[in-house]
């Protein structure tokens, strides 16, 4: 990480922006890795900012079974930031699709993945599907009744081989914020907060580490202590309700 001075006065402080999360969280518009409804896959947090204006975006990418098959692999991305042309936290615009059936026939048949069909589409381009067990346990997926392949088992391991295929483009985050506002930090990996337990973001040491480095435009004020806890595995709720 380089360091990077940007913010050269005062108009806007870290409270303002530990309140705006704060505001968000308490109306659950804010990510909750555990969400009853989604099993999560991957999440990314990115930080913009400059002498006036600030963003925040966190992306989560997962299973929503509610939705079912392709409708449900989505992720959502949730802005925060004094310079958005909409209100903070998720907006229904700002949610992605991106996979859909090959040629080969539906990927998915009920809540599990069609052991006749080898491929899907992703974002249009066709990619494999795989049944082998061993697959899913080389990613760290330990399938619940293998050989059957659960869709929130087979997201999790197909983001391993296509993360970038399943997070925002950057010119897909740029046209929702301004696109001359320069990008401070981008992390795979942080300790987030546990909203469902009742800890805001105003109380997490992340949050308040990334506003007071917006207030001052340092990048070195970033210096987290407690490891990064957004791994899906840490989660065992999410999806679960």
């Known amino acids: 990480m380089q360091p990077t001075n940007t913010k050269t ?18 109306e659950f518009n804010y990510p909750v890795l ?7 896959a991957n999440s990314r947090l ?19 079974y509610r939705m079912r098959g392709h409708g449900g692999i989505e992720n959502c991305l949730y802005f925060f930031g004094n310079c958005l042309p909409f209100e903070p936290g998720m907006q229904n615009f700002n949610m992605f ?9 539906e990927t998915f048949t009920g809540d599990a993945l069609n052991p006749a069909v080898g491929s899907m ?15 899913y346990t080389s990613r760290g997926v330990q399938l619940a009744n293998a050989p059957e392949v659960k869709i929130w088992e087979f997201v999790r391991a197909i983001n391993v081989d296509y993360e970038e295929e399943f ?13 001359d506002l320069p990008l401070m930090v981008r992390m795979d990996n942080w300790y987030h907060n546990d909203l469902a ?43 679960t309700l």
């Open 9 to 26: 006065d005062s108009s806007f402080s870290a409270q303002s922006i530990l309140k705006q999360l704060d505001a968000c969280a308490a």
């Open 34 to 40: 555990d969400n009853g409804y989604i099993y999560p």
């Open 46 to 64: 990115s930080v913009y900012g400059d002498a006036a204006r600030w963003v925040l975006l966190i992306e989560v990418v997962g299973y929503h």
């Open 97 to 105: 699709t991106f996979t859909s059936d090959s040629d080969e026939g």
């Open 121 to 135: 589409l992703l974002n249009g381009k066709k990619v494999p599907v795989s049944h082998d067990p061993e697959y």
């Open 167 to 179: 997070l925002a483009l950057e010119e897909e985050i740029r046209s929702r914020i301004p696109d």
């Open 197 to 239: 337990a009742g800890e805001k973001p105003s109380e997490n040491e992340t949050f308040q580490m990334l506003a007071h480095m917006l207030e001052k435009g340092d990048v070195e004020l970033y210096q987290p202590t407690k490891p990064a806890n957004n791994h899906w595995t840490n989660w065992p709720v999410g999806g």
